[in-house]
């Protein structure tokens, strides 16, 4: 698996590119945004700066995963990320995860950033399957996912407490003939 390598992705809302220390900062406004921190962090997650540095500091030489950084084309500014991780060399499967704040919202930059590593997953790496997990009242994030070609494959019903109640965790995933054949016609 060539996670090694971090390219960089050009769509024409969103550069995506390897992520640096220098981007924790940023990315600490983004995850505490309280959309972010309601569909992406267990509640029980500890972060803190310095750990975030760490983290973003030592992501361009993680051989294991690959977590880009999703910026605006135009200034730089990080808005988010995109990561594929937990690679299954006998399956040729992985998962993926994102999460965008509120600057990049409502723009289609996560649309794009999603199909961008996605695409690089199937016709670069060549993956079979891509999987997610995704909250169920996590409507936004849903669409994009359908959008792209992911299909729901399963639902963890009441599998996560939340706000003194419980959300689904929606399984979904998109397969490397799927996103081709949903390719050669968008095109």
Same mark, same amino acid.
């Given at each position: 698996?060539?996670?090694?390598?971090?390219?960089?992705?050009?769509?024409?809302?969103?550069?995506?590119?390897?992520?640096?220390?220098?981007?924790?900062?940023?990315?600490?406004?983004?995850?505490?945004?309280?959309?972010?921190?309601?569909?992406?962090?267990?509640?029980?997650?500890?972060?803190?700066?310095?750990?975030?540095?760490?983290?973003?500091?030592?992501?361009?030489?993680?051989?294991?995963?690959?977590?880009?950084?999703?910026?605006?084309?135009?200034?730089?500014?990080?808005?988010?990320?995109?990561?594929?991780?937990?690679?299954?060399?006998?399956?040729?499967?992985?998962?993926?995860?994102?999460?965008?704040?509120?600057?990049?919202?409502?723009?289609?930059?996560?649309?794009? +950033?999603?199909?961008?590593?996605?695409?690089? *997953? &199937?016709?670069?790496? @060549?993956? $079979? /399957?891509?999987? %997610?997990?995704?909250? =169920?009242?996590?409507?936004? +994030?849903?669409?994009?996912?359908?959008?792209? *070609? &992911?299909?729901?494959? @399963?639902? $963890? /019903?009441?599998? %996560?407490?939340?706000? =003194?109640?419980?959300?689904?965790?929606?399984?979904?995933?998109?397969?490397?003939?799927?996103?081709?054949?949903?390719?050669?016609?968008?095109?």
């Amino acid at each position: 698996m060539r996670f090694s390598v971090k390219p960089t992705l050009t769509g024409r809302k969103t550069v995506l590119r390897s992520f640096t220390e220098a981007d924790a900062d940023i990315m600490w406004e983004i995850i505490a945004d309280p959309e972010v921190l309601r569909f992406t962090f267990d509640p029980s997650t500890e972060l803190t700066l310095e750990r975030l540095r760490s983290w973003y500091g030592s992501r361009a030489g993680a051989p294991d995963r690959l977590d880009l950084a999703v910026t605006d084309p135009g200034t730089g500014e990080v808005l988010g990320e995109v990561v594929l991780y937990e690679y299954d060399p006998a399956a040729r499967s992985c998962t993926f995860r994102t999460l965008i704040g509120p600057r990049g919202r409502g723009r289609g930059v996560g649309t794009e +950033a999603t199909r961008l590593i996605v695409g690089y *997953g &199937f016709e670069q790496l @060549g993956l $079979r /399957r891509i999987q %997610l997990e995704v909250y =169920g009242d996590n409507d936004r +994030a849903r669409h994009v996912y359908e959008k792209i *070609g &992911f299909l729901v494959e @399963g639902v $963890r /019903r009441q599998a %996560l407490p939340r706000d =003194g109640g419980w959300v689904d965790e929606v399984l979904m995933a998109v397969l490397d003939r799927e996103w081709a054949a949903l390719n050669s016609t968008a095109r």
